[in-house]
């Protein structure tokens, strides 16, 4: 392999030394690009012409290649894009135009953009058209399919030849392609929230009558995927400032490159729901995925967070609360009465135990206090906990030792109760901070529908990039559905904001929460 050769930057003058470091660093970046494309490229390769033992069944192979072109689209934007920053002012090369035609039968819809004004620069008098550029993109309306025409008519000075004017082409997402916005926005929306593969909303469509290739649809997904990238970054930077969040994690199947199987990765839910005791700052959840489960991917999604975590009994959390734990100072656990009542169910409901059917009496008069609380301050909850909650989780721990010293620890209930005790300390967190709830059903409420259901449908993930863009468009859906926002409005507006050069120094204005529709 070769390396690149060292440069010794004090034989450079200082005036230059800057744009010599801004060079490596673009050639480093474009390196790595590089090598990301090919890998994809080999394994794109390898689905098409592996050997026949790894032979996929159609909605793998299908599956496989939507998640390797989507992350091979992404790679081409982040090329084009850095491209056009590196150009300044330089010819750029013609715009790609997605392979397609649309439909004659499609309804078109004319906007006609007129330039600001009409008098010729050299005083002539009014300009008179002489022509027109016409463009046309794929509009989607929910349950219906058309065709927008954009029309930018041209005047010239019947007087001069130097007074031609035409208004400005509209910016699009995707330069050259057929999709507006509003058609990323549902095809978004029809992958990662109605789990539609891509290959089957291509059918769904060509029952319309436009025949899409599923290639080409998810060319556009990761393109706009590229582009949500930063609102995603932004996202997961705000639930970090909190003093309290939510975790957990899930399995998401995905195809093993070269294997013709499925492999575990993993979605790591992060979430902050603040409306029960009536907090300010609005809920939101970001996913990120992981090929494995260990405790090092929570640590290293969690870098910058230093408050209390909200987690099931996974002991992976436990590197999170040490000294050692890089990202941050050590956090707080508060580990979740629901997961400790569902260990002793199982008891009841195999054997009807009464030593768990007595702990889940104890444990139920936990959650009615709950109940009484729920909606009040912090400060509030913190008072009925302490007075009622508190006296009533002490007894149970004495319950819980008494009954400990008789069963075996090896038997089904002695296993259940070990448990139970091993998290003791993380399971009374709730009884010193009033921001802190019962148990952590807040996120996994929010992951259920989100990934189990994906899971369903769509099957797996057809690999590990589809993960991470899953993860991503998940984020925003899921975020948005919790504010009581639309996700299709949402994409929509976004997207096309992005599209117009949307300032990086205020993301903050198109995080889900802050948005606004229009009436």
Not at 309 to 320: A, E, H, I, P, S
Request: hydrophobic fraction near 40%; charge should be positive; aromatic fraction near 6%.
């Amino acid at each position: 392999m070769q390396t690149a050769p060292i440069i010794d930057l004090s034989a450079i003058p200082a005036a230059q030394c800057a744009a010599v470091l801004a060079l490596m660093e673009t050639v480093a970046a474009l390196t790595e690009i590089t090598r990301r494309q090919e890998h994809l490229i080999a394994e794109l390769n390898h689905a098409l012409h592996g050997k026949r033992s790894e032979k996929l069944t159609e909605d793998e192979r299908q599956l496989a290649f939507e998640d390797l072109s989507i992350a091979l689209a992404e790679v081409e934007a982040e090329k084009e894009t850095r491209a056009a920053k590196a150009g300044d002012g330089a010819a750029k090369p013609a715009p790609k135009r997605t392979i397609g035609n649309l439909p004659a039968a499609l309804p078109r819809i004319e906007e006609i953009i007129e330039p600001a004004s009409l008098i010729c620069p050299c005083g002539c008098g009014i300009m008179h058209k002489i022509g027109e550029d016409r463009t046309e993109r794929l509009d989607i309306v929910p349950a219906q399919l058309r065709v927008i025409v954009t029309v930018r008519p041209k005047y010239a000075c019947r007087t001069c030849t130097d007074g031609v004017t035409q208004a400005p082409a509209p910016s699009h997402l995707i330069i050259g392609g057929l999709p507006t916005e509003a058609t990323l926005a549902h095809i978004l929306v029809g992958k990662y929230a109605d789990h539609l593969p891509l290959y089957r909303q291509s059918q769904i469509l060509a029952r319309a009558g436009l025949d899409l290739h599923r290639a080409v649809l998810a060319d556009w997904v990761g393109k706009a995927a590229f582009h949500l990238k930063p609102v995603v970054d932004r996202l997961a930077e705000h639930p970090k400032r909190s003093g309290k969040l939510f975790m957990d994690e899930t399995t998401a199947p995905v195809l093993g490159p070269g294997r013709g199987t499925t492999k575990t990765g993993y979605l790591w839910a992060l979430a902050r729901d603040d409306r029960p005791w009536g907090g300010d700052d609005p809920p939101g959840v970001v996913y990120f995925y992981a090929p494995g489960r260990a405790g090092e991917n929570a640590e290293t999604f969690l870098t910058g967070f230093d408050g209390i975590l909200q987690v099931d009994g996974y002991t992976g959390y436990n590197r999170l609360t040490k000294p050692s734990r890089r990202g941050g100072k050590p956090v707080r656990v508060a580990h979740c009465w629901a997961h400790a009542r569902r260990k002793l169910k199982e008891v009841f409901d195999r054997d009807g135990s009464e030593i768990a059917a007595e702990g889940l009496r104890r444990i139920a008069e936990f959650y009615a206090v709950e109940a009484d609380s729920r909606g009040i301050s912090p400060g509030q909850r913190l008072s009925a906990r302490q007075a009622r909650t508190a006296p009533l989780v002490a007894a149970f721990g004495d319950w819980l030792q008494a009954h400990r010293r008789k069963i075996s620890v090896k038997s089904r209930l002695g296993e259940k109760l070990t448990y139970i005790h091993n998290h003791w300390d993380g399971l009374q967190t709730f009884l010193t901070d009033g921001r802190v709830e019962i148990d952590n059903n807040r996120v996994e409420n929010l992951i259920r529908p989100t990934i189990a259901l994906n899971r369903k449908n769509a099957l797996f993930a057809g690999h590990d990039e589809g993960g991470i863009a899953w993860g991503r468009i998940a984020s925003l859906i899921e975020t948005c559905k919790i504010n009581g926002i639309e996700p299709f409005a949402y994409l929509k507006v976004t997207l096309t904001a992005i599209a117009n050069g949307h300032p990086q120094s205020r993301l903050d204005d198109l995080l889900p929460w802050n948005f606004k529709p229009s009436i």
